[in-house]
């Protein structure tokens, strides 16, 4: 006799795809006849038989015959043991495979039929409810909506459905190895098995989990929900709830006393939050984490960075204060933007836990992506491959969660080698409105969670006025995350008490609602009222625990007027680097980035070598590895080699580097080729720049997934970790940073004044007019520009600083570099630097293999550095007195200008100069070059429209550097809408326009 789960494995292994159920058509009958004893005379029923038998019911021609006729024989009174009728032997009658059973044999054996049918109705049943019992779930604490938006209660949910009654309710029946309800019991009557279902799936919570393709991880959610007595809390579980509800209730109520005019989005109508979230670290802690990295939207922030994080009140209480300012530098954030980094006791594990909530813009959802790359990089970093240490909680709005795609995006790199960390715990504040809008009208799906299915996150919805189901549903989660090292949700269905902020009038659009929140009994009420009933409590230990808390916010309250108080912007930095700065800093010139001779061979020979031994390389690529070593032995780099160069060196001292986007590894031009593949075997690959020394740091490039927004800001928290480590982002094409722009502007363009946040993360976006159309050839270079914080109108001041202070005072970088060395610098400047800023390259996509935008291996030797502008080094240079133009350009266009004025034979009379370093800009070395051409007329040349490109940004900043002394001529193409042309013979032309009146 097999075993049920060898029965089931047999079925798995017979599916037939076209049936309606899959597996209703198996073959051999051996195995119909298996499952059949196993289900039926056994009392075990599998699901697949449960289903089965329900699909025959409805239609017997949708089961193979053999199980029709099975069916048939149960069903007319033949023993399950004897209805199975093998199949003839070839060439032999076949009449009694069909043939039902009339009568029974024995006098007993018409009750076997109703028992056999009254089981399968009944595991039906159970089945429905683990399925379906989170629809029929009281999950509103208003009574008025329902989550799912609709009030329909499922029909498989009601016993007339299965054919059962009041009739069968005191019946006894074997319960399946599919459900834990009975506990110690594997028998139940009908009456104690619908209670316990009610009790477990249509209560207070509801569980959304079946859709989970593996059965043990159903099994161990269903054990942990439906085994008796799995939700009991005990008195000092309960006690510390309450004294969690307290601090909550009591925070939101002190700043609405002391500040009734201020918008704090404060988290009434869903106070739970604050001791969900603590039980969430607790057990998190318990189970061995030790750093926490959090992102949620405004709502809830202050609370839980007071009662969660324990961030000192006072220093809360000082970002009301409107006639302080900061003291430090940045511009600062609304207060309930700001994050904050903290390390403390958890007194519930007496262990030393580190929190950190992520700043975050109104841009609600768009920190998810954020926190989960500062969490990898945190996991990364001590090696943590597992995320047993570290791990991240995200807080959405309901409206958001379903609205906002980067949700999605930040979903699907969940699961992937290079971006996943170990499994999210998601908690939706679900207030049942977006901001006025109604969610009938702003979301297709049934709950606003419904998009984490996509990576089989189990869901758990909870009235969250029900502080106590709230709390094992986190206990349930947590433990979840640490088992399975997966994302899982619990939406937490509550209100808002004020509308969407403390100054906003709900009444206007939800009347009926507003009109019941009025009515509402706030959560702390009702649950001290609990406790004291059960004698958990009493009502003075209650008030005393009220009036503990209210001194400690009175106290801070005091000490934040203080004359000694001031605001510190740097309080609420959410990144701390300790130890990046050294004691009594000093400012100094940048160091020249260069290397020796050695490293260069070493990393030019890793870099052109295919790897030994089984290993088969692509013919082709040999060719290339070939090239590389040939042009590297003749003293001269391409672009793909120097930025080779500059990764290999950085690795070599210590530097982490970090290379993601789309199609990194090959290069979208199939120029890089850091990972190489065996043509012969599978998952066979190798990185060189892996194998450069043992004591090397560790070189990782990932292809992400197709998506920009969710995986720059994965690699912007990433660089946020460890100022040590190059982290870099490339776009397939520069225009397809479109797609992230919201993380451009509202984090890397101004995150260091909002939030005091520093970042290294370097952006490649390839730009350049090939005539590829309007979708390829512009990384919009106007508005990173647009965004620099440098002023046109200023000169800064002169001396060795220059570049240095310059920097420094950036919000961020912005260049254009227009050969291999200068790519090499740039690079390895930022690792230079005393300071960490980011830098957006535009990198080239023709000049990747143009023999003239080659580099000697002189121009990267040590004691050479960055050069921000490059000055032409042609005879013009012998008598810059008598060049009649001084054509400044930067990226491609050079090349094009260089070759028609050597073919012109104008190369004495005109100069060209190229601006490597755009922003902030070289007001320095323009000025020298204006002197060193003083009879010349200034012509600023780019391939963009005058509308786009440098043009706007750099005419006020290169009359600056002059003094106005004469004006700036533009040179280009006329403005326009869109980015360029899509006709081929178009751009030639209006490329050989622009080169033409360049050079007249």
């Known amino acids: 006799m097999y075993s049920l789960r060898t029965c089931g494995n047999i079925l798995k292994r017979h599916l037939k795809p076209s049936c309606k159920y899959g597996w209703t058509s198996i073959r051999p009958q051996q195995t119909a006849a298996i499952v059949a004893k196993e289900s039926f005379i056994n009392g075990s029923s599998s699901n697949y038989v449960e289903e089965m038998y329900a699909s025959w019911l409805e239609n017997p021609n949708s089961v193979h015959k053999s199980w029709d006729a099975y069916f048939k024989n149960v069903k007319g009174g033949m023993p399950p043991g004897q209805a199975y009728q093998p199949p003839p032997v070839l060439g032999q009658p076949s009449s009694a495979v069909a043939t039902t059973i009339s009568s029974p044999t ?39 909506l329902q989550a799912d938006l609709s009030e329909d209660i499922p029909v498989d949910l009601q016993l007339a459905y299965w054919g059962l009654g009041e009739k069968d309710m005191d019946k006894v029946f074997q319960l399946p190895n599919t459900t834990y309800i009975g506990g110690d019991k594997n028998v139940l009557t009908l009456r104690e098995i619908v209670n316990k279902l009610e009790q477990t799936y249509c209560n207070h919570y509801g569980l959304d989990f079946m859709f989970i393709p593996e059965k043990y991880k159903c099994d161990w959610i269903r054990k942990k929900f439906e085994s008796p007595g799995s939700m009991a809390l005990s008195r000092e579980e309960k006690r510390t709830l309450l004294a969690r509800l307290v601090r909550s209730t009591g925070f939101e109520a002190f700043l609405a006393r002391k500040w009734s005019s201020e918008k704090r989005f404060g988290v009434e109508g869903c106070e739970v939050l604050i001791p969900a979230m603590k039980t969430i670290i607790d057990v998190s802690s318990d189970l061995g984490v030790e750093s926490v990295v959090m992102g949620m939207p405004h709502r809830g922030r202050l609370d839980v960075l007071a009662n969660v994080c324990r961030k000192p009140l006072e220093q809360i209480f000082t970002q009301f204060d409107p006639t302080l300012e900061a003291s430090d530098e940045g511009s600062g954030d609304v207060k309930y933007h700001l994050g904050m980094s903290h390390e403390r006791l958890n007194r519930a594990t007496n262990k030393i836990v580190r929190l950190a909530v992520v700043a975050n813009p109104s841009h609600l959802e768009a920190v998810d992506p954020v926190v989960q790359g500062k969490t990898r990089a945190e996991q990364f970093y001590r090696g943590d491959s597992q995320g047993k240490s570290v791990m991240s909680i995200l807080l959405h709005g309901d409206a958001a969660f379903s609205g906002q795609g980067v949700v999605y995006e930040t979903f699907h790199l969940s699961a992937l080698p290079h971006y996943t960390t170990n499994g999210t715990i998601h908690i939706v504040v679900n207030n049942q409105i977006g901001f006025t809008t109604d969610p009938r009208y702003s979301r297709s799906s049934p709950y606003c969670t419904d998009i984490a299915k996509v990576v089989d996150a189990p869901i758990f919805h909870v009235n969250a006025d029900d502080p106590e189901a709230v709390m094992h549903v986190c206990k349930v989660a947590a433990e979840w995350r640490a088992q399975f090292n997966k994302d899982i949700v619990i939406d937490l269905v509550c209100y808002r008490r004020n509308g969407h902020n403390e100054g906003d009038n709900p009444m206007f659009t939800q009347p009926l609602m507003y009109k019941r929140i009025q009515k509402q009994e706030q959560v702390l009420n009702s649950y001290s009222k609990k406790l004291i009933a059960e004698g958990a409590v009493t009502k003075d230990e209650v008030q005393e625990e009220i009036a503990k808390y209210e001194k400690i916010c009175e106290e801070a309250y005091l000490e934040s007027k203080s004359e000694r108080k001031q605001l510190r912007n740097r309080d609420w930095l959410d990144s701390p680097w300790k130890g990046f700065f050294p004691k009594n800093y000093q400012m100094a010139p940048i160091k020249p980035t260069g290397i020796t001779m050695d490293k260069i061979k070493h990393v030019g020979k890793a870099m052109s070598t295919p790897p030994e031994g089984d290993f088969k390389t692509h013919g082709g690529l040999k060719r290339v590895l070939r090239g590389r070593a040939e042009l590297l032995q003749n003293g001269y780099v391409d672009w793909a080699m120097g930025e080779a160069l500059a990764f290999g060196s950085l690795l070599m001292e210590g530097i982490h580097v970090r290379l993601s986007g789309q ?85 890397i363009s101004s995150g260091q004044d909002k939030w005091v946040r520093q970042t290294g993360l370097v952006l490649l976006l390839p730009h350049g007019y090939e005539g590829m159309g309007p979708e390829h050839s512009s990384a919009r270079p106007e508005r990173f520009l647009q965004m620099s914080n440098d002023d046109p109108d200023v000169f800064p001041p002169e001396g060795e600083l220059f570049e240095a202070s310059q920097l420094k005072h950036s919000n961020w970088q912005v260049v254009n570099c227009s050969n291999p060395a200068s790519y090499f610098h740039v690079l390895r400047r930022q690792m230079a630097m005393d300071v960490r800023k980011p830098l957006i390259i535009f990198t080239p996509k023709s000049l990747l ?152």
Request: glycine share 4%; hydrophobic share 35%; aromatic share 8%.
């Open 106 to 144: 024995a006098v007993d054996q018409s009750n076997i039929n109703e028992i056999v049918q009254d089981h399968l109705a009944v595991y039906s049943l159970i089945r429905s409810y683990q399925i379906r019992g989170h629809r029929k779930a009281k999950l509103d604490p208003l009574g008025i």
């Open 663 to 747: 199609d990194v590894e090959r290069g979208t031009f199939s120029h890089r080729h850091h990972i190489l593949h065996c043509q012969e075997k599978d998952k066979l690959l190798y990185c060189p720049l892996n194998d450069l020394s043992e004591d090397q740091a560790p070189y990782t490039v990932c292809n992400s997934s197709l998506s920009e927004y969710a995986v720059l800001g994965f690699e912007l928290g990433f660089s946020m970790t460890n100022p040590y480590a190059l982290i870099l982002w490339e776009a397939q094409f520069g225009d397809f940073m479109n797609t992230s722009q919201c993380i451009i502007d509202q984090f």
């Open 849 to 1000: 293999r143009l023999e003239a935008a080659r580099s000697h291996i002189d121009d990267m030797l040590e004691g050479t550095s960055f050069q921000r502008v490059i000055p032409d080094n042609g005879p013009a240079t012998a008598n810059p007195e008598k060049v009649r133009k001084l054509l400044l350009c930067t990226g491609k266009v050079y090349y094009e200008l260089l070759k028609e004025r050597n073919k012109r034979g104008l190369d004495e009379d005109i100069a060209i100069t190229r601006i490597e370093q755009i922003s902030p800009f070289p007001f320095d070395l323009i000025k020298a070059e204006q002197k060193k051409y003083d009879n010349a007329q200034i012509v600023w040349a780019q391939e963009e429209p005058k509308n786009m490109g440098y043009w706007a940004y750099v005419k006020p900043r290169i009359m600056t550097s002059i003094s106005n002394a004469v004006d700036v001529v533009y040179v280009g193409r006329a403005t326009a809408a869109s980015t360029a042309t899509g006709n081929k013979h178009q751009h030639i032309l209006e490329q050989e326009t622009l080169i033409d009146e360049a050079l007249q």
